[in-house]
């Protein structure tokens, strides 16, 4: 069975700072990954996916994460957080194989930012 | 996302209570889904449709039922409502392409049980 772990359960970090938010999966086949954020009182936003290709993808405001499939991994990465980026994160994977979209989500990570 | 919306945003309800949200879309997509999401827990698959005449169970479907009425609405409904169904409640839509999927999620119900 898929799942996938989010290692950081709750970040603080002052503006500027860098972040880096672990994401790992557990299936064998070939996956989609996905970041969305969830901003305080909002619904579900997507900031980047990979299918294919680069393993280096980027996404809106700023946010980029890297696949490396032999650590079965997806981290979040931003170089200068602000204190917009407040929210919580989650991962997702869907199988690629069965075409079914469904999403496993991690446990998500909240991101508290200081201005 | 206007072009996903929930309805309503926010019950309290009581135990034993029938409960529908609904769930609109105005992407065209054909496929549509239901989530909650659980503080630690993420969000997890309750049900989830591929078109109007195709439902399949998810993660956790137990308590629930839903009706895809037409290819923009899919309803979820608690037949008895008890508290552990106290949780924010998503759905979301997609278009199939190929084994690349991108969901989009509408704003979501807080659902409370008492």
């Known amino acids: 069975a898929q799942s996938v772990s989010q290692h950081n359960h709750h970040v603080i970090l002052s503006e500027a700072a860098s972040l880096e938010l672990g994401c790992n999966y557990s299936y064998g086949g070939t996956v989609n990954l996905f970041w969305y954020v969830q901003y305080p009182g909002q619904h579900l936003q997507l900031l980047l996916k990979y299918f294919s290709g680069d393993p280096l993808v980027k996404g809106i405001k700023g946010f980029e994460a890297e696949f490396i499939k032999s650590k079965f991994s997806f981290n979040l990465r931003k170089p200068s957080v602000q204190w917009s980026d407040t929210a919580e994160y989650f991962c997702a994977v869907n199988a690629r194989s069965g075409n079914t979209g469904k999403l496993i989500f991690g446990q998500g990570t909240t991101l508290q930012v200081k201005p | 996302d206007a072009d996903v919306t929930q309805t309503p945003r926010n019950r309290i309800t009581k135990t034993g209570k029938r409960i529908m949200l609904e769930c609109s879309q105005t992407?065209?997509?054909?496929?549509m889904y239901w989530y909650r999401q659980d503080p630690g827990l993420g969000l997890r698959l309750i049900y989830y449709?591929?078109?109007?005449?195709?439902?399949n169970k998810g993660e956790i479907s137990d308590g629930y039922s839903v009706s895809r009425q037409a290819q923009a609405k899919f309803s979820l409904s608690l037949e008895s409502a008890i508290p552990n169904q106290t949780a924010l409640y998503f759905c979301?839509?997609?278009?199939?392409?190929?084994?690349?999927?991108?969901?989009?999620f509408g704003p979501g119900t807080r659902l409370t049980v008492l």
């Open positions: 992407k065209g997509h054909d496929r």
């Open positions: 979301a839509t997609s278009e199939p392409g190929q084994g690349t999927d991108t969901q989009y």
């Open positions: 449709s591929f078109d109007v005449k195709d439902i």
